[in-house]
């Protein structure tokens, strides 16, 4: 059996993802791998599909008993026989998983790194010595073996061992979130040979990002909350009180909610982390020590009432939203005071070197929540990683921003830096710019002339200002324990008036463009009551049977029979066998009841991914317009057209719509008559000069293309 015979038989994919495809075949040549992909890009299956293809046990090392059983029950369903041998089993679980080792019916073998070398263990001599031998090893979330990384976890050390036990074993580490450091931190504290290394793309597109100031953030979560009651979330606050409170606010406001942090007792935790799982509670509210490893595909959101204390926590923490690969959101409150807060948090006693580590990624987060530019290229600049400059999916691509010549504005502030000869952070300048009468203001600043010189500037707008001059490049901050402003090189030309300073007057978000299959919502909803007690009859949580994508994809494309089905991402074989008859028959039911058929036809067949070229130059408006729409004609869609091209979804939509404007593009090809009707309504009714309010007016079920695309049908007709 090839890797993608297997994909499709186990797995219901016709197509591998990232660097998966390359990763296997390592694997399965015998090298050692070093992989990062991003949260929810498929690390899992580039150990789990070599496991069912080697002729041997696959042991994975994972750090939480929460994640081996969430794999574990996966791959069950799936038809791989996996175990997992952990501290919650009985002495009788666990013989029976050792009596189904020793007959070689267990596949791949989860295990915690204290489990295979602590001290008086012998589990290593037990596996090197069943009938069929170790055939591969997989080290998942491996940055945990790092110092440097964002989640060391000293128990990860004995790994170091590994390759004295297992010398001609392949080994792959997997993690989602590794800067260089702690890459080679990884490299050789696993002593690896030769490692292949393999970085597939940080971007997480289906997810938005967004930062809002913490000014009445309870009120904000609220709204945000609003129209969001029947789908799961995450909720990270700092403090294990703030977990608490949050939780019982939100179930007093109706929300189904509960808490989890590492206080609480084990039986609470597990109780309250399964009923999320199942989707019997939507919120979890939780400190970081909630979701490494859980596989929940169908979380829409995560919040972070407080400010994360690095990149790389934010990312794998937001990076829970969306597995599924539908339309998702990351929604941050920040507060200067935060960076502040945590710099206790993030100091570690007797070790200044890792404390300037842990302050230099402290800060860097800083920076991400006080951006004036896209969010998504800095995170993904970060893991160098190049990236557009526009995403046109976070909250500052989305923003319609009015400028105004803030150069004397500039001048005054760069001007207090020099003056006060580079010595200060943010607050003492900003009170020295207002005049402050503070007694902390030394006397010999009072007398400075530039003292006083932004009193008419309110201290909320002068930290606003201070944050994009940094942003901008024209203040920066040291990196030391309580962060000075400094000037950069840029600065010179600002204070000698040969450098004009644009500052924000205004910003108003707007809704960004989601790409959404035109599915039966009705259907939908049927189809997740019967995955909900398919789940509940095996006793495992509902995505592990099939995902929300799953669902949508068949409420999308009707599938009248087992072999339509097949076309179904995420239908494998023994899954379709186990389950494909109970979605199909409600399927036939509803669409004979509305006259509806099949659509199976109109599901493009996967492509296989073409190998990444030299990039030309850019070419003529023209040209690029052509592009699209000759990329269009070949039946990608509008999000593969601007993934393949590297533009926004809303630049692919303008291209398309120009052509419908021309004549060259029917719009009944964008948009289905049954739209037009009411796109035209609100047209005549608001105007065309902006789409975000008609956007509002038409609500959800019209995308911004679609509008685009009437627009221009009109313009043509006119």
């Not at 029950?73 to 026989?81: H, K, Y």
């Not at 890792?354 to 530019?373: E, F, G, H, I, R």
Request: net charge neutral; aromatic share 8%; charged share 25%.
């Amino acid at each position: 059996m090839t890797p993608t015979q297997a994909l499709q038989k186990y797995f219901g994919y016709s197509e591998f993802r990232h660097e998966q495809k390359a990763i296997i075949e390592h694997v399965l040549s015998g090298g050692d791998v070093m992989a990062l992909m991003p949260t929810g890009g498929g690390k899992s299956l580039c150990y789990q599909l070599p496991a069912v293809l080697l002729n041997g046990l696959t042991i994975v090392i994972s750090p939480l008993i929460a994640l081996m059983k969430d794999q574990v029950d996966s791959l069950n369903v799936a038809g791989i026989p996996a175990a997992f041998l952990n501290s919650s089993q009985s002495p009788d679980e666990q013989s029976r998983i050792i009596t189904k080792l020793n007959s070689n019916h267990i596949k791949l073998l989860y295990l915690a790194p204290e489990r295979l070398f602590g001290s008086g263990n012998k589990l290593v001599d037990f596996l090197r010595s069943l009938p069929v031998p170790v055939a591969q090893i997989a080290i998942d979330e491996a940055h945990c073996i790092s110092h440097w990384g964002h989640d060391f976890r000293p128990e990860y050390l004995m790994l170091a061992g590994l390759k004295d036990h297992f010398p001609n074993i392949p080994v792959i580490a997997l993690t989602a979130t590794a800067d260089k450091l702690t890459q080679k931190d990884i490299l050789e504290k696993l002593n690896l040979k030769h490692p292949a290394v393999f970085i597939s793309s940080f971007n997480r597109a289906n997810i938005t990002y967004r930062v809002n100031p913490k000014r009445n953030s309870f009120d904000q979560l609220l709204d945000f909350l609003g129209d969001k009651k029947d789908e799961s979330g995450i909720i990270y606050c700092l403090s294990r009180k703030s977990v608490e409170a949050l939780a019982i606010d939100l179930k007093a406001q109706g929300y189904s909610a509960e808490a989890y942090h590492a206080g609480l007792d084990n039986a609470t935790k597990a109780r309250n982390q399964e009923a999320f799982l199942r989707d019997d509670v939507k919120i979890i509210v939780a400190t970081i020590a909630f979701g490494m490893g859980i596989n929940k595909s169908n979380v829409r959101y995560v919040v972070h009432m407080d400010m994360p204390k690095n990149i790389e926590g934010y990312y794998q923490e937001t990076g829970r939203a969306g597995r599924d690969g539908l339309a998702s959101s990351a929604l941050l409150f920040y507060s200067p005071g935060d960076a502040i807060k945590l710099k206790s948090f993030v100091a570690i006693d007797g070790d200044p070197e890792q404390t300037q580590v842990m302050l230099s990624k402290l800060n860097d987060m800083a920076k991400y929540c006080q951006l004036p530019t896209c969010r998504r290229k800095y995170l993904l600049n970060y893991f160098d990683e190049q990236a557009p400059d526009h995403c046109g999916s976070c909250d500052v691509c989305l923003s319609e921003i009015t400028t105004f010549d803030g150069t004397e504005i500039a001048q005054k502030a760069l001007s207090a830096v020099y003056r006060l000869k580079e010595r200060f952070g943010t607050t003492y300048v900003i009170d020295f710019l207002r005049g402050s009468k503070n007694e902390k203001i030394r006397q010999e600043h009072k007398e400075i002339k530039t003292y006083g010189v932004g009193k008419d500037i309110s201290k909320a707008d002068w930290q606003r200002y201070i944050r994009e001059l940094v942003a901008l490049g024209y203040l920066k901050f040291t990196e030391t324990e309580y962060p000075v402003l400094t000037l950069t090189s840029k600065s010179e030309a600002v204070l000698k008036g040969l450098q004009k300073v644009d500052l924000v007057a205004t910003q108003t978000m707007e809704e960004g463009p989601t790409e959404t299959l035109p599915f039966e919502n009705q259907l939908f909803s049927i189809l997740k009551n019967i995955r909900r007690d398919i789940a509940t009859n095996e006793n495992v949580p509902a995505y592990v049977i099939v995902s929300d994508a799953t669902l949508m994809e068949i409420a999308t494309y009707l599938p009248q029979s087992l072999d339509e089905l097949r076309f179904i991402s995420g239908f494998g074989d023994v899954k379709l066998a186990r389950y494909g008859r109970e979605f199909v028959n409600p399927v036939k039911v509803y669409t004979h009841e509305r006259g509806l058929n099949s659509r199976i036809a109109n599901k493009s067949r996967k492509r296989e991914r073409k190998p990444k070229t030299e990039r030309t130059p850019t070419p003529r408006s023209s040209d690029t317009r052509r592009a699209s729409l000759e990329l269009y004609k070949k039946d990608k869609s509008i999000a593969e057209i601007a993934a393949e091209r590297g533009l926004n979804v809303s630049t692919v939509e303008s291209h398309l719509s120009f052509f419908v404007e021309s004549g060259e593009l029917d719009v009944s090809e964008m948009v289905s008559p049954d739209k037009m009707p009411a796109i035209q309504d609100a047209i005549e009714s608001y105007g065309a000069e902006r789409l975000a309010p008609l956007k509002e007016i038409l609500g959800p079920d019209f995308s911004y293309g679609e509008i685009k695309a009437v627009l221009g049908w009109i313009n043509r007709n006119q």
